[in-house]
């Protein structure tokens, strides 16, 4: 993600543009209280009080140090990340033509699941909770560094988080909810999808169980647990529903968070990386991105589980993510360029790489696509979200729109460069 300047100075883009911040970064308001490593957390934690409001941040990190600005923007609908002494900011891609995803109002296919009595939160919290871990990049935000959320996915030390908590940090640390500290290495790391791998030298770890966000639907009952605000005592948790499914937002470093969950569980900096669970307390996203506060309330994104899960096993062997090797853009931007393009929607090819898997294919810049696997892509980011999805070495069926005539081509994907 591009990097602001390190003196934090919020600017809102123009009401063209729509970007997002996801937390996870460097730094929110100074009247936020930001304390020392979290101290170990009760055994049984009360069911939390409503969200109170978030401060809006002030910034995020820029690379080991200081803060990295976080651009909120200034139309309805805009999205602020979750980091603690950083976090990124999201705003709702908005045009003419509404969203591109699937809105809140999805059918419902089975009652939804509902965490019963206020008292069933304990056991969520008991089994959820030493498996969630507090980042502290370079010090923390006290010494200029960064503060974000991760949660352990195998009992030898892998855990996960978000890129942009720990991109650019020289040191990183995972606080555990017992008060220990142990020092953390990334394994891997992808800025297209914002997810990170670090692990700790350690063995026997408690883990939290992944579930699968392909299940979920509005209305289920979901507890965010994280490193809000990095504030004393120990993590923080939080409730509430699945408002939104397959939503697309844009954030503040330009790029897009494709097919993201959204939850009115309050998220606040320091929440990026962190578990978003269900009602038996199985992790069905990672908490991301929320919607500027002064611009709405409540609306955060979180990155499905599902979706991740390829990539985090990527990742976790030192590998990254498949590639097509094309530069896109939607649709509607090809035509504001002036470019022709005779269908409504789908990713324009600006360029493509030499020698990658789509120039062996055969597609050229101006073709659009349309489809990959009969699955129709609505976007460019949607496009990077279905290839990520795949494993270098898959081939893929995509269908292209050439200057109003249908194409079929086949490529084999490669491993895409390190971020």
Do not use: C
């Not at 900011?89 to 045009?95: G, N, P, Q, Y």
């Not at 999805?389 to 249908?406: F, M, N």
Request: hydrophobic share 40%; net charge negative; charged share 15%.
């Amino acid at each position: 993600m591009s990097e602001a300047p390190t003196e934090p100075t919020p600017s809102a883009p123009p009401p063209s543009e729509s970007t997002a911040t996801p937390y996870g970064w460097g730094g929110f308001a100074a009247s936020a209280p930001v304390g020392p490593a979290p101290a170990p957390a009760p055994a049984a934690l009360p069911p939390p009080a409503g969200p109170a409001p978030a401060p809006a941040p002030e910034g995020r990190r820029s690379g080991g140090g200081g803060w990295r600005a976080a651009l909120i923007g200034g139309i309805v609908g805009a999205v602020v990340g979750a980091l603690v002494a950083g976090g990124i900011v999201a705003v709702a891609l908005d045009d003419d033509s509404g969203s591109t995803g699937t809105g809140a109002t999805s059918v419902v296919l089975r009652p939804s699941e509902r965490i019963g009595r206020s008292n069933d939160i304990a056991p969520i919290l008991q089994a959820a909770i030493p498996a969630v871990v507090a980042i502290v990049d370079d010090g923390g935000p006290d010494s200029g560094g960064a503060a974000g959320t991760g949660f352990v996915i195998s009992a030898d030390g892998v855990i996960v988080t978000n890129n942009h908590v720990v991109e650019g940090a020289h040191h990183i640390q995972a606080v555990f909810s017992d008060g220990t500290t142990r020092d953390a290495t990334v394994l891997g790391r992808n800025a297209p999808s914002d997810l990170a791998v670090v692990k700790v030298d350690a063995s026997g770890l408690p883990t939290i169980a992944l579930g699968d966000s392909e299940r979920v639907q509005v209305g289920d009952d979901v507890v965010a647990i994280g490193n809000a605000l990095a504030l004393q005592g120990g993590l923080t948790v939080t409730r509430g529903i699945i408002s939104g499914l397959h939503r697309e937002v844009g954030t503040n470093t330009g790029s897009a968070l494709e097919d993201v969950i959204q939850t009115d569980a309050a998220i606040n900096p320091g929440n990026s990386g962190g578990p978003l669970v269900d009602a038996q307390g199985r992790v069905i996203g990672i908490n991301t991105a929320i919607a500027d506060p002064g611009s709405a309330q409540n609306v955060g994104f979180a990155i499905p589980i599902s979706n991740a899960k390829v990539i985090i096993e990527q990742l976790r062997q030192g590998r990254q993510p498949a590639q097509l090797g094309v530069k896109t853009i939607d649709v509607d931007q090809a035509k504001l360029a002036g470019d022709t393009v005779d269908v409504a929607q789908g990713a324009y090819v600006s360029d493509v790489t030499d020698g990658s898997p789509a120039a062996r294919a055969g597609i050229r810049a101006g073709d659009v696509v349309v489809k990959v696997d009969g699955q129709d892509i609505a976007s460019a980011a949607a496009l990077g979200g279905v290839i990520r999805q795949h494993k270098p070495g898959d081939e893929v069926e995509i269908e292209l729109d050439r200057k109003g005539d249908s194409l079929t081509v086949h490529a084999t994907l490669t491993e895409a460069p390190t971020s």
